[in-house]
């Protein structure tokens, strides 16, 4: 950080402004842009430290992107690694020497990596993630399917779904400001379903880009950045207490706790910082409620629109985080529903076992999971007018 | 230099146990003479380890550690296997993060101080059993050498996956008979100090720890090409006593004995590192 009169600016020579300023007061203007174009746009207003990328369709674009903005001075580090395996390693270092690290990947990067999210998480590194969802093989899969959020679940990682590019830019910006809350501090991964939203245009909302967050401080850390300037001068990252013995197997157990005690403390933050975990639209009075996230919920939107039109009144509960779980949200948003359909671009229904889970005595709704897309299949709003349709016994005419 | 993180707050020194001030007051910081001369004056930086009784990893970790030019700006980056347990008795900043992502960890951990912190040298050296670097973490091993990673990478050669029972490693010699190859290891040795200099690395030594004094030269050496030039590669033998049953006063005639025939010493020096190695002498600092 440099003083320049007045302001504080970041090592690119933007200023810098308060997060809130950033998110919420700070002009904006109007642009047309894709989702990877808007990850490049909020990175460069993030004063971000390192960034390593890993080609895989589609989150490639994106990483190239982060890459310009190397180039062009508004990133410390970048570079591509080996696989995504060592990238996420890679990224791990660059965030333990304290850099404010991002990241991209996509399917079956996402597993080939999979062993270092909760080593990012127990080794507390704020590190954020975008993950633009594409199917795992096999079969060979470059289309969007969010299977692979599944397996991120209970890695010790926050994980936040973005409905479309406007969400992922504030989703991006506020995502460091929450994961690198002292008391949080554990890594963000910001879905999105892959080409609906990385590769198509829409319109976005943009504060100027001479303007940016204040730089990490890894000083503020709950633990040391590796880089020999703070004390204690004897201190390994991880805590590594592999010993056999009762002390180090409590060890193990608490720290597992805290990791996901840190994630429920990031529940303040994020209401303040996006607003709120969870996301309503439609007829509040509505008992019938479609839950869903990202393009899910967008679909789920339009669906409501159209049962308008055959006169029923519907509803979206769209869940902006995963982890945290927005709960009490949910709970309190499904409180007169009678049914619930819980659309999904898998074949497994994770989300729908999710929503199970935290209604389990708190909702006397039926629920029912679906409809289901999968392996790169678009999801119509008509099929999900369709399932609600065929569950009120109501004649199907205007849907093919 | 960033001696001052090893200083201790004067009111609270009656509470902080005397090898935590011992840190402070007898290790040598600041002097890049330093070296395994200092051994039974100076403070160590390790202060006991938990390896089996006279492993010889045990004397590789005090050369070494009594050798870095630069204690007080030196980060190690750490593997999983029997070196792990001894990381959290460094008086280091150290990371242990996963089994073989070690030379990929450095690698982020090398450039990021280089950009936060560009007038200061930070060195950082990646430490690792043989299976860690040689087997499960090749590709991450010989990608931060193509890469020219100004890191230095030493791997403990026990000849075996020590730490999980004596299994057959990449590095064991052939016909050995040991776990996972209960009719003895098919294939020859990996030459992995040969993959590193076909690899990009600048300095490269094989070698056991069996002589103090040599572990101190190649060790500067290899830290001051990595700092000016790219990759450093040194490859120890440290033969694992409990696995080839050996007694615990074994290690070291073991280690001599080797010293004649595989692990006899080599070294390779790239022309630029010749010119950084020439340079350090004339400074006195080799
Ligand atoms: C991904 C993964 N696979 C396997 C292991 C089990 N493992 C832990 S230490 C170790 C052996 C390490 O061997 P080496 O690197 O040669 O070190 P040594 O113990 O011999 O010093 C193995 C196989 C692990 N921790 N992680
Ligand atoms: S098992 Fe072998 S390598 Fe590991 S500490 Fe014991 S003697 Fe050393
Ligand atoms: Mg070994």
Redesign the pocket.
Known sequence: MQKLGEELRNRAGQKIVDPEYLLFEAPREKVFMTGSEVVKEAVKRASVDASVSYPITPQSEAAHLIGELWVEGYVGVYFRGESEFGVMSEIAGCSMAGARTITTTSGPGTLRAMENFPMWAGSRLPIQLVLMARGINSPLSIQPDDLEVSFLLDTGCMVWYAENAQELFDMILAGFVVAEQPDVHVPVINVINGFFISHTRESVMLPPDDIALPPYNPYKAPMPPIDMEMPPGRFLRDPFVMKSNYISYATHTSWQFEVRAAIERARPYIKKYLGSLIEEFGDPEADIVLVSTGTGAAQSKEAVRLLEDEGVKARVVKLRTIRPFPINELRQAVKNAKVIFVPEFNVVGWLEREIRRYLYKHSDAEIIGGPRVAGGMTMPPEIIVKDVLNYLGKEVKHVY | MSINIFKINEDLKEFIPQEVIDLEEKATWGNPKRGVMDLPYAKELLEEHS??A?????MAFRYILASLPNPEDTIIVNSTG?TSLVFPHIALHTVHSLFGNQNAVATGIKRTLEWRFPDKVKDVIVLAGDGATVDIGLDCTLQSFFRQEKITTICFD?E?Y??TGGQESGTTVQGHVFKMAPKGKQWPKVQMWQLAIDSGCHYVVRMSVSSPKKVEQVVKKAIYVAREVGPTYLHFY??????IGLNSDDGLMEMRDKDKERFKFFEYVSPQAEEVIAKKKEEGLL
């Open positions: 390896l089996c006279g492993c010889p990893e045990s029997c026990n075996v020590a730490n440290t033969p694992c006593i409990l696995e």
